[in-house]
């Protein structure tokens, strides 16, 4: 996951995602 540079990493948004709708 070390290309992250200039861009929001997929799997951030995914797990953000999964924690606001289990959550």
């Known amino acids: 996951m ?3 540079t ?3 990493p ?3 948004i995914g797990t ?3 924690i606001l ?3």
Do not use: F, K, P
Request: hydrophobic fraction near 55%.
């Open 6 to 8: 200039g861009r929001i």
């Open 10 to 12: 997929l799997w951030i």
């Open 16 to 18: 953000v995602t999964g």
């Open 2 to 4: 070390a290309d992250t």
């Open 21 to 23: 709708v289990i959550g």
